[in-house]
T-cell receptor
Framework: QKEVEQDPGPLSVPEGAIVSLNCTYS??????FMWYRQYSRKGPELLMY????GNKEDGRFTAQVDKSSKYISLFIRDSQPSDSATYLC???????????FGKGNQVVVIP | GAVVSQHPSWVICKSGTSVKIECRSL??????MFWYRQFPKQSLMLMAT?????????EQGVEKDKFLINHASLTLSTLTVTSAHPEDSSFYIC???????????????FGPGTRLLVL
């Protein structure tokens, strides 16, 4: 079993829809959870960062972490064509900056 | 957020030649940097951890004599692909740990990547 599982999609949604992405993981010691956005032929950029369980909201983006279920989610409200990208979940242990990545979800927002 | 740059952004070379890729942290120091490669529609695969002033740590299956890493300063790490072959063609990305979340949480900041094509 991989450390981090992310269904690679792809996912196509109409503009304005809610995009829901998720990852599961096997290592209960993970403490830091991140979502990165990667446009085609570019490096990943940090989108959301959460520590331990709970919700975090930033504009149209909401990240959720449920450590008891080993499950994290990213929601994008009022999706825009500019949100079309690959979204990677990542996580790390306390005191260790190596990241474990999911495979990435390709999202296409159709105008 | 912290900025990481890479140079060159793309390179085409002949089989058998060596190619050097630079990774710089522009506004912060990084004692550790990470090198990844990414194939089309695949996730990032960690190749090695670059440590300032000491030897790099390579992931299992990555040839250290093939992918030479030098981390000579707190803001620069280089990856040299030696005797490159077509199967080395890939997207190479570096990252460096930096602070997020108001300055108290550490995460990774990525460079824009270098696309290598070996003919």
């Amino acid at each position: 079993q991989k450390e981090v599982e992310q269904d690679p999609g792809p996912l196509s949604v109409p503009e304005g829809a809610i995009v829901s992405l998720n990852c599961t993981y096997s290592n209960s010691a993970f403490q830091y959870f991140m979502w990165y956005r990667q446009y085609s032929r570019k490096g990943p950029e940090l989108l959301m960062y959460t520590y331990s369980s709970g919700n975090k909201e930033d504009g149209r983006f909401t990240a959720q972490v449920d450590k008891s279920s080993k499950y994290i989610s990213l929601f994008i409200r009022d999706s825009q064509p500019s949100d079309s990208a690959t979204y990677l979940c990542a996580m790390s242990l306390y005191g260790n900056n190596r990241l474990a990545f999911g495979k990435g979800n390709q999202v296409v927002v159709i105008p | 957020g912290a900025v990481v740059s890479q140079h060159p952004s793309w390179v085409i070379c002949k089989s058998g030649t060596s190619v050097k890729i630079e990774c710089r942290s522009l506004d912060f120091q990084a004692t550790t940097m990470f090198w990844y490669r990414q194939f089309p529609k695949q996730s990032l695969m960690l190749m090695a951890t670059s440590n300032e002033g000491s030897k790099a740590t390579y992931e299992q299956g990555v040839e250290k004599d093939k992918f030479l890493i030098n981390h000579a300063s707190l803001t620069l790490s280089t990856l040299t692909v030696t005797s490159a072959h077509p199967e080395d063609s890939s997207f190479y990305i570096c990252s460096a740990p930096g602070l997020a979340g108001g300055g108290w949480q550490e995460t990774q900041y990525f460079g824009p990547g270098t696309r290598l094509l070996v003919l």
